[in-house]
């Protein structure tokens, strides 16, 4: 009952698969999608779900990008609409934690997850989804909502500031070290990653003090989206995915030492 999920993305058939199977772990699910999805579908998740009040389909308008446009000029732009509709979700939570799924994706197992929130309670809990460690995965992540709503209000009003943004949490880097900056900044860490930042063991560290790693494998069964690539990765198909095949054996976390610049 501490726990919360946010659905975050356009509606995808796979709801329809995962919410059932996230009902086993999280009682309170929101959908944070929009408008303009597709009718059909739509209407098939809120009659699947209608007698279940705990399940919630947020409805909301595309955010224009006129201004965030201007901060982040390339692709990345397209990804205020992953920080705004994940924002609509968490502005409609009142427990303690959260726990940021996408629509488009499905984990047989959240336990992993929920524990580790648990756990580490000051914490950002994530996994080596499409990252490599330190960096946060945008495609999972958990921990206190108070902070994960601090996190997003504070990147979404940076991206839509007419003067533009006035913390280094956004200056065109990816998503992924765009979100690990924006929570390392929340969390009153001195540490950002740029860039020409070198990850070092040292830096590694002192990032390993605010954000913790669930391995991928222990969460069971997955379909997991890089939309970019128009891809689709399972366990069965692809044991290991990450963007560049830079998947790393968590079990060695304690002896990382990375010195390339990615």
Known sequence: NDFSLVLQGPLHVLLLESIPLYKKFIDRIYISCWDSDDPILMSE?????????????LKSTPPNLDLVKKWQKDQSANYYYQIFSTLKGLEMIDTKYTIKLRT??????????????????????TSNIMTIPPIVSDHIFGGLTKSLHKSFSVLSSELNSENGPKISIVDGISIEKTFTNMFLH?????????????????????????????DLNE???????WNHMEKTFTRKDHPCPSLNCGY?????LSNLHIEHNY
């Open 45 to 57: 998740i809120e009659s699947t779900f209608q007698d279940d009040k705990n399940i919630k389909l």
């Open 248 to 252: 790393i054996d968590l079990s060695g």
């Open 104 to 125: 488009d994706e499905i984990y047989s197992n959240l336990k992993p997850i929920l524990d580790g929130v648990l756990k580490n309670k000051n914490m950002i809990v």
């Open 219 to 225: 969460i069971g069964d997955y379909k997991i989206r």
């Open 186 to 214: 929340v969390l009153k860490s001195k540490t950002q990653i740029t860039n020409k930042t070198s990850l070092t063991k040292s830096v590694s560290k002192k990032i390993f003090k605010h954000i913790k790693f669930i």
